[in-house]
């Protein structure tokens, strides 16, 4: 399962990064504006920024919504470094624009996936990775983590090679439900990524371990 850190703070992404577990990096337009990012040449400068902390997977999320205007900022964001994935939304012009980029080898995030329909739609047009939101859908009351069982489903029965990349993750139990389901991805937030360290039965084992050691050698 490859590992994702969803945020744009650098500071973040290099704590990951150092861990030695991560593989990529998700944002978009809030968590650029989260860490006060704003116009285009910060924008771009902010993305190379993270490529030059990661080794790959850089999603950048286009802003425009209409079909040519997609186009041009994904080849926009796909220039700044080749580490780029160009993040477009499940609408219309969106899926059309996967397709585009998908018979040019670049490479796409599907984002804002909410149903199995919208998922195949994605795989349909070529998407790289199809990020269904988990913890958005439970905020509605839906199982989030039901959905990507679905979509599982799906890809399987036809191959689709469209990763999914488990988004919107709150929590541990979210990340370790997605990798027993089969999500090829998931993307976290550093407190998710760390939690999964913690165990009282660790500490308490390795205080004991130091503590036996110390008896016999001070
Ligand atoms: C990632 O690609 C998504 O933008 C992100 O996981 C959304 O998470 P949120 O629902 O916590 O904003």
New binding site residues.
């Given amino acids: 399962m490859k590992f994702?850190i969803?945020t744009a703070n650098l500071n973040e992404i290099l704590e990951a990064q150092e861990l030695g577990v991560l593989d990529g990096v998700?944002?978009?337009p809030?968590?650029m504006a989260k860490e006060g990012i704003s116009g285009k040449d910060k924008v771009f400068s902010h993305y190379k920024s993270i490529c030059n902390i990661v080794d790959d997977n850089v999603?950048a999320?286009v802003i425009a919504t209409e079909y040519q205007d997609i186009i041009r900022e994904g080849e926009e964001l796909a220039e700044i470094d080749e580490k780029i994935v160009v993040?477009v939304p499940m609408i219309k012009d969106g899926v059309r624009a996967i397709k585009y980029f998908s018979e040019r080898e670049i490479r796409t995030?599907c984002?804002?996936v909410f149903s199995a329909g919208q998922a195949l739609l994605a795989a349909k047009a070529g998407a790289t990775y199809m990020?269904p939101?988990i913890?958005?859908l439970d905020?509605v009351t839906y199982d989030g983590l039901k959905l990507i069982e679905q979509i599982r489903i799906i890809y399987d029965n036809y191959g689709y090679p469209t990763q999914i990349?488990a988004?919107?993750?709150?929590h541990t139990i979210h990340l370790i439900k997605s990798a027993e389901i089969g999500a090829d991805v998931a993307?976290?937030?550093l407190n998710v990524i760390t939690g999964l360290l913690k165990h009282p039965l660790t500490d308490i084992g390795l205080e004991k371990f130091l503590a036996d050691h110390r008896k016999v050698n001070s």
């Avoid at 988004?167 to 709150?170: E, L, M, T, V």
């Fill in positions: 994702f969803d998700t944002t978009n809030s968590l999603s999320e993040k995030n984002t804002l990020s939101f913890g958005r905020d990349l988004a919107s993750i709150r993307t976290c937030p």
